[in-house]
């Protein structure tokens, strides 16, 4: 009856809550995932050996917010408590964050106290940038890169040192691109309604605390993260766990997940239901496609009935990033106890940052690290044709440049992941309603997970399927009657 395409962190998300509302159970109706490679979990991929864990794609998950609650909520439920790894407020990781400008490596300021004095590459304290928003006139803007805003109310410095190399780290883009609401809506709308953000804050003050948290019900492990203050966690084994176990859950619960089965098209039919025509000329009738495919993909799949939605779809940019993972060996860290650095754009340097996994990570026998390169640039940085050899010699020259570890890698993996990120860039928000907006006036049986829409992060794109499998619950009932089919080609 319903379809999930996609086996990533979002499908299969979208199966754990089809199958937590009982969807499957109190309709005696069957569950189908479709994933086009042969593992699942997406951009997920763990490599673990006896003396180090290379993550190749996420490794770190943030426990704060309704999103991170959620999750945390999820990881109880999958019995995978007694795998996490907390990083608490006094871990060097959360206390040590580091940006490399000017050929030096700096701690970003972290505690309340630091914003009192002058931090390099900073010129003055940061709490000169409030006295900056106080005094600059608002901007009346329906939307704006978080670059600009960030340098009309706070200035330039902090747009560059601070913003710009945090854009890098969450989604290797360009700050001067990505809309403002992707990470700082509220600050938006304070200066939008109040005038400026510290006008807006004074008066959010006067109203209750964000009342979502309280609407979320919290597992025993939720309250920990929340009581202890964790400032990130990630999971033993490598986060390919997490994936794993969600894979294992949905197979125990029935639901039939076909790999190496990529969709090709997607068919809508005036009885309401869908035709997904698969590589191999098969064509599966069902009456509800929850596609946790990256929006250009869904473009392609989409396109010969609903181009409109297929441009819509198709407008969503995505970045590719190249990773090179190294493991040198000794008891001797090579690096300082810090998360890692990030190098701002305007330092023009090939790499997007390193984090120092051997500081983060458990079970590291030695020192590990991993490089991030070219997102938003890479193109610009490595051509069209860039070898995985380009991308591992740029990445020692650079530890060798920045960190001064001139040692030989004991083991090393480069991947280059294309397309791997959305960029959510201005009017992003708006293009997103416009694709709901169609789907819901085409009276389309299809509802949209994953990272293309409603947040690029682990959490994010969890929470979008709890939300999407909660808002569709009706039409189940409603189309009850359609079953799954699968025809010949
Ligand atoms: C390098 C990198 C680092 C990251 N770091 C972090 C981090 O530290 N913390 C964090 O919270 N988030 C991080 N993220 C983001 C996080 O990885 C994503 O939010 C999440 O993995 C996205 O899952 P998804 O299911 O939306 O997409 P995907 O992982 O892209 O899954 C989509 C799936 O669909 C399949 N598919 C594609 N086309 C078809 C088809 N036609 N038919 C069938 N199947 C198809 C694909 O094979 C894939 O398995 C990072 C992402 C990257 C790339």
Not at 92 to 119: E, G
Request: charged share 20%; glycine share 6%; proline share 5%.
């Amino acid at each position: 009856m319903a379809a999930i395409l996609g086996g990533g962190l979002s499908g299969l998300a979208t199966g754990y809550y089809l199958i937590k509302n009982n969807v499957m159970n109190n309709n005696n109706l069957k569950l189908y995932l479709f994933e086009a490679t042969s593992s699942c979990g997406g951009w997920i991929k763990t490599i673990k050996t006896k003396d180090y864990t290379f993550e190749q794609g996420p490794r770190t998950i943030r426990p704060k917010g309704v999103t991170g609650l959620n999750t945390l909520n999820m990881i109880q439920d999958l019995g995978l408590s007694q795998h996490i790894s907390p990083i608490r407020p006094d871990h060097p990781a959360a206390k040590n964050r580091l940006i490399y400008v000017n050929d030096a490596l700096h701690v970003l300021p972290s505690s309340f106290k630091s914003v009192f004095k002058k931090n390099e590459p900073f010129s003055k304290p940061l709490i000169f940038a409030l006295f900056n928003d106080i005094i600059k006139p608002q901007a009346q803007l329906k939307d704006d890169s978080i670059y600009n805003f960030v340098e009309r109310r706070f200035g330039k410095e902090i747009a560059d040192y601070a913003i710009s190399p945090m854009i890098c780290g969450i989604c290797a883009g360009d700050a001067k691109e990505i809309s403002v609401k992707f990470l700082m809506k509220t600050l938006f709308e304070w200066e939008q309604n109040h005038g400026g953000v510290l006008k807006g804050l004074m008066r959010s003050m006067f109203k209750s605390k964000n009342k979502e948290n309280l609407q979320l019900p919290l597992s025993d492990l939720a309250k920990k993260a929340q009581e202890e203050n964790w400032n990130v966690y990630t999971i033993k084994g490598g986060l390919e766990t997490f994936p794993n176990t969600l894979f294992s859950y949905l197979k125990e619960n029935d639901v039939s997940i076909n790999m190496d089965t990529r969709v090709e098209e997607i068919k809508f039919i005036d009885t309401g239901a869908v035709f997904l025509k698969l590589k191999t000329g098969q064509l599966i009738k069902a009456n509800h496609v929850y596609a946790g495919v990256p929006a250009y993909t869904l473009a392609r799949l989409v396109y010969k009935q609903h181009p409109y939605l297929s441009t819509l779809l198709s407008e969503i940019p995505f970045v590719t990033v190249g990773i090179v993972n190294l493991y040198f060996r000794g008891d001797k860290s090579l690096l300082a106890p810090a998360f890692g650095f990030l190098v701002p754009p305007i330092e023009n340097s090939p790499i997007l940052g390193v984090v120092f996994d051997s500081c983060c990570l458990p079970d590291q026998n030695g020192t590990v690290l991993t490089v991030m390169m070219g997102g938003r640039w890479f193109q610009q940085k490595f051509g069209d044709d860039p070898s995985e050899a380009n991308l591992l010699q740029v990445a020692l020259q650079e530890i060798d440049r920045i960190l001064h570890i001139k040692d030989e890698p004991a083991s090393y993996n480069v991947n280059i992941l294309e397309e791997c990120i959305p960029q959510y860039v201005v009017g992003h928000y708006e293009r997103v309603e416009k694709i709901r907006k169609y789907i819901t006036d085409e009276n389309l049986p299809m509802s949209l997970v994953g990272c293309s829409y409603d947040g690029v992060g682990i959490n994010d794109v969890i929470y979008s399927a709890k939300t999407q499998v909660e808002e569709d619950l009706p039409d189940f009932k409603k189309n009850m009657d359609l079953n799954m089919t699968v025809d010949k080609p």
